[in-house]
């Protein structure tokens, strides 16, 4: 009975994966059907999954909604389609419609009609993620100005006289007035188990001994990385590397770094249910691409761990306007570090093994859904912004391809010929594949 670890893990993984498709393939299509609604585009099927129906009702715009039998996908399939992807009209039930019928299909529309409804798509999971993201900006608050203990981790040795409410002042006698200035000392720090903080505390300014700013304390872990293989959670930390002891997370990169690859055995202290424990695991670190500040990439050598200050830092309301202009940062930002990932594969200057298919993002997906609900919902907005760049790349078959020939058509008066549309569409298609059996191609050889 062993196959039955491995076939629970499969399912979860597939379960998570379909639920964060199809939450973002809905929201995708959803953008589609209303704003062609809005522009005088009939609906005639909004279908969530493929294949045969399952369960239907037509609304009193006469759009038929549906749930099909392969959870994988969905489409709009607008009046006069010869098909789900809306890829040509169909000329039997185009010749049948009257001039004006013809103005509710997607073929007979004003040019601009058909662009914004195509176009709507990839605009939808982009508003996806920024809702999402200014949602969790809400939900969570935005950080005081000042440095303010919100919430202290547990570490092995406690966090020493630190107390929540302290506003830190200074650490090791450098000031601290704001955050920017408190990560900045963080490298400044000397690696030992205790550092003086000055705080001030019920309106008194004292010297109190406290742990490290960035302790060896795993705030998360990367999806198929060493530390995800071997186990390592969340609020894991570690105390010790090949036996010598850790105290910062810095001495922890360090530590992986200089391995270059070779194995690294890991101490870890753990906390559960039942109590604390001690555990003993041996790593081997892989070499990562790794974003630079100025835009471009590194490789360093890492397990895959995230780490994060001893306290979270206490919060203040988070406005709607400032949440929203956030999100739409954070957007941007995921965005910018595709094309900038995608140009350096291209140059060949980072791995192609970065390039992830659906396995690859079907594994993020039940990695972030163990994390818990928010990683998983974080993991969504990420996903979604992917998704609507994607479908804006100029290739026929994607939204963006749709557009280009939309463009050909402003320009130059009238549309590419069947011919050329359908030869487009084949090359479309076919490098479309290619880029998904390669990501699929990485999922399973890429170490």
């Keep these: ?52 129906r399952l369960l239907s009702r037509v609304d009193r715009h006469g759009t038929r909604w549906q749930v099909s039998a392969i959870p994988l996908g969905g489409y709009v399939k607008f009046l006069g389609d010869a098909n789900a992807a809306s890829a040509g009209a169909d000329e039997g039930a185009m010749a049948e419609l009257s001039p004006e019928e013809k103005r509710h299909t997607m073929h007979g529309a004003p040019l601009w009609a058909r662009a914004v409804t195509v176009a709507a798509g990839p605009v939808f999971n982009f508003v996806l993620s920024i809702a999402i993201f200014a949602g969790m900006m809400i939900w969570t608050g935005t ?110 990169q360090q530590k992986v770094t200089t391995s270059e690859g070779a194995p690294v055995a890991l101490t870890v202290w753990r906390t559960g249910k039942d109590g604390a424990e001690t555990l003993q695991m ?74 992830h298919g659906a396995i690859g993002i079907a594994q993020g997906s039940a990695a972030a859904a163990k994390a818990g609900t928010a990683s998983f919902i974080w993991f969504v907005a990420v996903l979604s912004t992917a998704v609507g760049f994607l479908n804006l790349f100029p290739i026929p078959v994607l939204d963006g391809g749709h557009l280009m020939f939309h463009v050909w058509e402003a320009v130059t008066g009238k549309p590419p010929s069947d011919r050329a549309m359908n030869l487009l569409t084949a090359l479309g298609l076919s490098l479309v594949l290619t880029m998904m059996l390669f990501g699929l191609w990485n999922d399973i050889f890429c170490p």
Excluded at 175 to 197: G, M, N, R
Excluded at 289 to 302: H, S
Excluded at 305 to 327: C, D, I
């Design 143 to 252: 950080a005081t100005d000042v440095p303010t203990v919100g919430q202290l981790a547990v570490l092995p040795g406690g966090t020493g006289d630190l107390r929540v409410g302290d506003r830190v002042l200074a650490i090791e006698g450098r000031d601290t007035p704001d955050y920017t200035t408190l990560s900045a000392v963080t490298d400044e720090l000397p690696s030992q188990p205790a550092l003086t903080w000055r705080v001030e505390r019920d309106g008194q300014v004292a010297e109190v001994s406290g742990p490290q700013l960035f302790p060896p304390r795993l705030s998360g872990v990367v999806p198929s990385s060493a530390a995800y293989a071997a186990g390592l959670a969340a609020g894991d930390v570690i105390t010790a590397i090949d036996g010598a002891p850790v105290w910062r997370f810095a001495d922890l």
């Design 1 to 52: 009975m062993e196959f039955l670890p491995d076939f629970g893990n499969a399912l979860y993984t597939l379960v998570a994966f379909v639920v964060a498709l199809m939450i973002i393939v809905t929201v995708h299509e959803f953008g589609h059907y209303i704003v062609g609604r809005w522009s005088g585009i009939k609906a005639e099927a909004f279908s969530i999954g493929f294949g045969p």
């Design 282 to 355: 041996t790593l081997t670190p892989r070499r990562t691409d790794v974003p630079t500040a100025a835009g471009g990439f590194e490789t360093r050598w890492m397990i895959g761990a995230t780490g994060e200050p001893v306290f979270t830092p206490r919060t203040r309301p988070t406005g709607v306007l400032e949440a929203v202009k956030g999100g739409a940062a954070q957007t941007w930002e995921v965005a910018a570090s595709s094309v900038s990932a995608l140009k350096h594969m291209i140059l060949g200057q980072i791995s192609s093994c970065n390039l």
